[in-house]
T-cell receptor, first 115, second 112 residues
Framework: NAGVIQTPRHKVTGKGQEATLWCEPISGHSAVFWYRQTIVQGLEFLTYFRNQAPIDDSGMPKERFSAQMPNQSHSTLKIQSTQPQDSAVYLC?????????????FGPGTRLTVL | QEKVQQSPESLIVPEGAMSSLNCTFSNSASQSIWWYQQHPGKGPEALISIFSNGNKKEGRLTVYLNRASLHVSLHIRDSQPSDSAVYLCAASTSGGNYKPTFGKGTSLVVHP
């Protein structure tokens, strides 16, 4: 079991460019979560999917962020027109079921730097 | 919206000591509390969870939950240098729309 896989591990973009982050959840897990982590804000919830369906995207900045889960083996987080304040570590997690009692398994994260 | 606060922000203890970390949450209906450990450059890793009032012990870890005071604590007995990490507390409510809220973490340093 390779765990949750995130690619790339590091990404540097110029202001205004697009960034696409990839996540491969653990096989058999029905829920996938995206978080953003910074020193100032800590770990912030962005969005989550259950059985590939979007359940809650209340943490997503509306205009430039979008997430998809086209199949059960991967999810993407896309940031359009990146801004310096988007610089953060983006973490993906999966769990067997999308409920509070279920352990979340995190990937190593993608460090996004916007110059 | 659920709020989770952790204290202290940082903690330094000698090897072999007890480490005590605190977490308060705002929603008494929170179904579950999880503690995660995060080492630099890695994603958080689940340590222990608690759902009912009272305490739960696993190895060197003990967690106490008091729903009336909206407080949960994590105690690490016989702390080791390898325990040095950031510890995150997460609370979530029950129901179909599950969304965990994390605290900002406690940075624990165990010195030899």
């Amino acid at each position: 079991n390779a765990g949750v896989i995130q690619t790339p591990r590091h990404k540097v973009t110029g202001k205004g460019q697009e960034a696409t982050l990839w996540c491969e959840p653990i096989s058999g897990h029905s829920a996938v979560f995206w978080y953003r982590q910074t020193i100032v804000q800590g770990l912030e919830f962005l969005t989550y999917f259950r059985n590939q369906a979007p359940i809650d995207d209340s943490g997503m900045p509306k205009e430039r962020f979008s997430a998809q889960m086209p199949n059960q083996s991967h999810s993407t987080l896309k940031i359009q027109s990146t801004q310096p304040q988007d610089s953060a570590v983006y973490l993906c997690a999966s769990s067997l079921v999308g409920q509070g009692y279920a352990e979340q398994f995190f990937g190593p994260g993608t460090r996004l730097t916007v110059l | 919206q659920e709020k989770v606060q952790q204290s202290p922000e940082s903690l330094i203890v000698p090897e072999g000591a007890m480490s005590s970390l605190n977490c308060t949450f705002s929603n008494s209906a929170s179904q579950s509390i999880w503690w995660y450990q995060q080492h630099p450059g890695k994603g958080p890793e689940a340590l222990i969870s608690i759902f009912s009032n009272g305490n739960k012990k696993e190895g060197r870890l003990t967690v106490y939950l008091n729903r009336a005071s909206l407080h949960v604590s994590l105690h690490i007995r016989d702390s080791q240098p390898s325990d040095s990490a950031v510890y995150l507390c997460a609370a979530s409510t029950s129901g179909g729309n599950y969304k965990p809220t994390f605290g900002k973490g406690t940075s624990l340093v165990v010195h030899p």
